[in-house]
């Protein structure tokens, strides 16, 4: 089996090859970059390994001409920039102590050494400079079958990284066959060490939420996560049910995934320090999930959070209240996202000023909401 593809034969990335190679090295691509290739998906990252140690790659890198970016440099990670590309470069590694979020490492000598320490067997895949495919772990019928399953014994490679827990619930949503289920001895290492998951930064935690909840389809394997206990630690009270209906509507709708309308799915639980959401994040998950849980209309919702949260506000909707979705209800939301109010502070400030003009200003409003925006500005002032 070998890759192929612009990306990968372009002279820049060929040059970082027998850079390393030429210099008598071994150098191969590996994980991500190797795993989507082979599924035919978008290839960004390009991660390298090599023997090399990192001052070795260091020099090797400045004297072909390219840009060296010491990025993790106490991991053996340096970034070498060719023709505007980064490739991350690291030397081989084997953990030699670990405490469930960070790992001692030292440099080891061989490929082999290297996969043992990595997580799953589809990211334990390899690549040369010809693109030929080399599976140390037996990875490529995992990927090819869409099998999640760890490196070893499950409990050591969770005990090493907790943050494995949430990975293996996202890779399973990314990569996963639905019709093989989840692996049993993966669910019994990660209900047994469940606690591990306190230990980990809320934004790490919150990062592989987000990639999780962006897969495709994720319910299934929210639904597990709530089943033996993950989803609770990471989110107390969260309530995975309503994810999978929203996930058919959005079908239905034609759209595609949004992490704050499926965050909202979840409930309204305390995400803010959960799961370190950014300002934006958090704002238009309250939104959707505020206009999910009132009595206001499509248009209204339209209106008040523009076209495309009001269309989430509408979906969730349904999803909470297990009700087949209105096409329609798209048109709704697009008829009030472009209805303007006609009616302004300066329109009233001879008759009212202070709490009393914010509060015609609402009465007015809700009038004109009720009339199906048709209320003109003069039968507003009249009313």
Known sequence: MKLSGDWFQNPATQKVFSTLTDAGHQAYLVGGCVRNALLGAEV???????????DTVTNLAENAGFRVVPTGIDHGTITVISDGIPHEITTYRKDTETDGRRAVVSFATSMLEDAARRDFTMNA?????????????????????????????????????????????????????????????????????????????????????????????PAPAVAVMQRIGVLNAILPGADAKALAILVHHEGM?????????????LGSVDVKDALRLSKSALRDRDAILDAAQSIQSASEAGYRLGAHLGLDSRLLRSAFLETVFDPQELEQVTRGSQARFPIGAADLMDAFQGAALGKELKRLESLWIESGFALTKHQLLES
Do not use: H
Request: hydrophobic share 40%; with cysteine.
């Open 125 to 217: 895949l390899y690549a040369d400079g010809s693109g030929n495919v080399i599976d140390p772990l037996d990875g490529l019928p995992d990927l090819t079958e869409g099998r999640v399953r760890f490196i070893g014994d499950a409990q050591d490679r969770i005990r090493e990284d907790f943050l494995r827990i949430l990975r293996f619930f996202r890779f399973t949503a990314w990569y996963g066959n639905p019709s093989l289920g989840f692996d049993d001895g993966a669910l019994a290492a990660i209900s047994r060490n469940l606690a591990g998951i306190e230990t980990l930064s809320r934004e790490r935690v919150g990062q592989e939420m987000r990639k999780l909840l962006l897969a495709s389809d």
């Open 44 to 54: 960004s990252d390009l991660d390298l390994c090599t023997d090399a140690k990192p």
């Open 253 to 265: 709708a034609g759209i595609g995934p949004a992490y704050p309308r499926r965050l909202a799915a």
